[in-house]
């Protein structure tokens, strides 16, 4: 794979101005888009060393532990659309993640994509980074749906599938996207490494298979415990 310079990869940085140009013209909160900019970057270039040094050492503890603080975080991340506190709600989106993220983990990387060792880290953490970052998208979606229909005067039971319905709007737009609209990013880095599109195909259904499934399981898992939080 071609390797890119910085001063190739400066050059992306340019419709980024143009952006932050447009939001500073239209009056707009310009500072926080430039933070989060930075913020990426300087996230992006720390987890590259710290990543880069997990493969060296190559140890099942470290990649557990890396997986327990990516759940924590998520879980704890995804509740930020509900106004109700989140010390309620945490337990129940840690639960739900084990259930539907780490069940869906154990499945592709043991039974589908055979993993010798099974904690293989370049391997096993970009998995799981993707499983858990979808869950924690369906979980945000479905607790602020949750939450908005009831204060409507939906019940629980409406709200709930209302719920699931609006959380799993953006995995089954990509289903419906992929390869029509759009090739995706295991599928492309695969192609553009020069690995065969029939093979990249593969990987790209199982990509897929593993988004639908865990989110779909995590938000059900979540919807159905937090019952007696969203209804005192």
Do not use: D, H
Not at 16 to 24: A, G, K, L, T, Y
Not at 172 to 200: D, E, K
């Amino acid at each position: 794979m071609q390797t890119i310079s910085l001063a190739s990869l400066a050059f992306a940085f340019f419709p980024v101005f143009v952006v932050i140009f447009i939001i500073w013209r239209w009056n707009m909160s310009y500072r926080a888009s430039i933070y989060a900019i930075f913020r990426m970057i300087v996230q992006l270039l720390l987890i590259g060393y710290v990543l880069t040094y997990i493969f060296e050492i190559n140890s099942n503890y470290i990649v557990i532990v890396i997986l327990t603080i990516m759940l924590l975080a998520a879980s704890w991340i995804s509740l930020r659309t509900t106004s109700l506190p989140k010390k309620n709600l945490l337990l129940y989106a840690i639960f739900s993640m084990l259930i539907g993220g780490v069940t869906v983990l154990i499945i592709i990387t043991q039974g589908v994509l055979l993993l010798e060792p099974w904690y293989s880290p370049s391997f096993i953490i970009p998995i799981a980074g993707m499983i858990f970052a979808n869950c924690m998208n369906g979980i945000s979606l479905a607790a602020e749906r949750l939450e908005s229909e009831l204060n409507q005067g939906k019940t629980y039971e409406e709200a709930k599938i209302i719920a699931l319905r609006t959380s799993l709007i953006p995995i089954t737009n990509m289903l419906l996207a992929v390869g029509l609209v759009s090739l995706p990013g295991m599928m492309t880095g695969q192609i553009i490494s020069g690995v065969s599109p029939m093979i990249a195909v593969r990987y790209q259904i199982m990509v897929m298979c593993m988004f639908f499934g865990s989110t779909g399981i995590t938000v059900a898992v979540f919807l159905c415990s937090v019952r007696g939080q969203f209804t005192k």
